[in-house]
């Protein structure tokens, strides 16, 4: 049997798919009997919480008729905590239905039923403080809050009954009905929320497209970034309900341009979802950005998160990027604004977003290499990291040697790399250690440790370089990598990268390995040294 209901991790609401077995209870298995007074001390705690939870919130504060307007502005303030709020009490709700799916297989009805209750309470606080904050719900969506409540109660009432019995063929029998009865509070509460979201999304995106008025707009557009923090779904949502359409109509209006940082930031987030996409594309999102990016009467944070928009869309991870050919159309001037960007960058962050940018536009298209080349963006980059304060992170290193690596394809790179002292960055590149030790750093660096391998490799086919590598060291760095699982954090795709750029320098000079190294990590086949070097044991002595 299945179980829709809403939940999340870190906060992120999503849908929760929970298979509920039916599961027969143990013969062996004897109920604990207890007085009622025992039973009511046991669960005195939980119950009188929620109770009073229930209870005290469900006595708003009423407002008279000539206060209200005064009350207006306070009240659009407090969106966006009245959001989080909703979302806090969601998850916590999908939490115990997912507990009570477990305590309800492993048949402990004295749990199931504490854990109802508590249920029951959360629920009724829940659609009570939407309502205290709410304006002109649906009928639909007084249906649902009508719809969950019977329910829950009746669950409630259900599990009350299944602890006052203690056979056991009698609970085996109900547990099929509390198994059903369960699975529909989830569906009817999945239903609400989705409902309150919807109608949470509509009402911020009809304040962005009706009010002229700046506080409005900007406190609309604050809360609707907001809710697309929380997670994929709730992005679908906005997407579907036009949230695109009127942020691309902000970004079209000069009398809103101190707003058009936190609405381009919001596209970005709504543009990780494939709804999202199909609606840049149909309001010509692209030239919008182009126009921006090129428009040098704009702010460096309005270019910057312009170029944070061109990042998402064009992330090789996604899917769905085949359907934007107006890309192609705007790709040049593109791609020129965000070299510019990066050369002139005043913090890391702003060169961070713009060689984002371009590093996921060189996976996009072929071509755009071409116009890097032409643009000389290579010398650009290389100058860049040069200077700490703006490549500063390996998440920016990343994002150079990314670009690096893609366009070392091509035959002219090879001189470029040479002047701009490319080799000895690429050295260093294969140095990359985290220093926080933080999973997402550590993960950053063994891309730049296997993409300046890849990008070694791949250049070391002209001499030149093959030689300035040999002179620097290379060899025995790559060596240390490959015969060191802890010097790559053991990554094996940093292994790989490292023996495929071995291999290839030790074509050009075979006098700089030892005969171990040469018969273990460049005679035998790649497959062959993979294996060797992924079950060497280190020498702690």
């Not at 009511?40 to 469900?58: A, G, N, P, V, Y």
């Not at 381009?264 to 979802?273: E, M, N, P």
């Not at 869309?313 to 990066?342: D, G, R, W, Y």
């Not at 072929?366 to 040069?386: D, F, G, P, R």
Request: aromatic share 6%; proline share 2%.
């Amino acid at each position: 049997m299945q179980l829709y209901g809403i939940a999340g991790g870190n906060s992120k609401v999503v849908l929760l798919y929970l298979i509920l077995p039916s599961l027969s209870l143990p013969s062996s298995m004897h109920l604990i009997q207890m007085d009622s007074v025992q039973r009511w001390m046991e669960d005195l705690k939980l119950m009188t919480d929620c109770e009073c939870m229930c209870i005290l919130q469900s006595k708003p504060i009423s407002i008279e008729k000539d206060e209200q307007n005064e009350l207006i502005l306070s009240s659009q303030y407090s969106t966006c905590d009245n959001l989080q709020l909703l979302l806090k009490r969601a998850w916590i709700i999908s939490t115990e239905l997912t507990r009570i799916a477990q305590k309800l297989e492993k048949n402990r009805w004295q749990r199931v039923h504490s854990m109802t209750v508590r249920v029951n309470c959360h629920v009724r606080s829940m659609i009570n403080e939407y309502n205290t904050f709410t304006r002109n719900s649906s009928e639909e969506m007084h249906q649902f809050e009508k719809l969950l409540i019977d329910k829950c109660s009746e669950f409630t009432a259900f599990t009350e009954r299944c602890i006052q019995t203690e056979d056991e063929q009698i609970l085996k029998s109900m547990k099929s009905s509390v198994n059903e009865t369960l699975t529909n509070v989830a569906q009817y509460f999945g239903q609400l929320i989705e409902l309150v979201l919807t109608h949470e999304a509509q009402n911020l995106l009809r304040q962005i497209e009706l009010s002229d008025s700046m506080y409005i707009t900007e406190s609309a557009i604050s809360s609707l970034f907001s809710l697309t923090q929380e997670g994929s779904h709730l992005c679908r949502i906005i997407a579907k309900e036009g949230g695109v359409v009127a942020l691309f109509k902000i970004c079209r209006q000069d009398c809103f341009r101190c707003l058009y940082p936190q609405t381009l930031r919001t596209l970005a987030s709504i543009c990780c979802v494939e709804e999202g996409m199909h609606q840049l594309e149909k309001v010509d999102g692209i030239l919008c950005l182009a126009d921006i990016l090129t428009d040098n009467s704009h702010s460096e944070a309005t270019h910057a998160e312009a170029a944070a928009v061109i990042a998402q869309i064009t992330s090789p991870h996604l899917m769905f990027t085949q359907h934007l050919s107006s890309f192609l159309e705007n790709m040049e001037e593109i791609v020129t604004a965000l070299v510019k960007l990066c050369q002139e960058a005043s913090s890391g962050e702003v060169f961070l977003l713009a060689s984002a940018a371009l590093a996921n536009i060189t996976f996009f298209d072929t071509m755009a290499c071409e116009i890097l080349l032409q643009l000389n963006a290579m010398k650009i980059l290389l100058a860049a990291c040069s200077d700490k304060h703006i490549v500063d992170t390996p998440y920016s290193r990343d994002q150079v040697v990314t670009i690096l690596a893609n366009m070392s394809v091509l035959d002219q790179c090879a001189s470029e790399i040479i002047q701009g002292n490319g080799v000895q960055l690429l050295m260093e590149m294969l140095f990359e250690r985290s220093s926080s030790g933080n999973s997402a750093e550590v993960a950053a660096c063994e891309r730049v440790q296997q993409k300046s391998a890849v990008t070694l490799a791949r250049l070391s086919r002209d001499p030149e370089v093959a030689d300035a590598a040999v002179k620097l060291s290379c060899i025995p760095r790559l060596i240390k990598l490959c015969r060191s699982p802890t010097e790559r954090n053991n990554s094996d795709s940093v292994l790989v990268a490292c023996l495929a750029a071995l291999r290839r320098l030790a074509v050009m000079s075979p006098e700089g390995l030892e005969d171990s190294d040469f018969q273990q990590l460049v005679k035998p086949r790649l497959v062959d040294s993979f294996l060797l070097c992924t079950n060497m044991e280190e020498s702690f002595v």
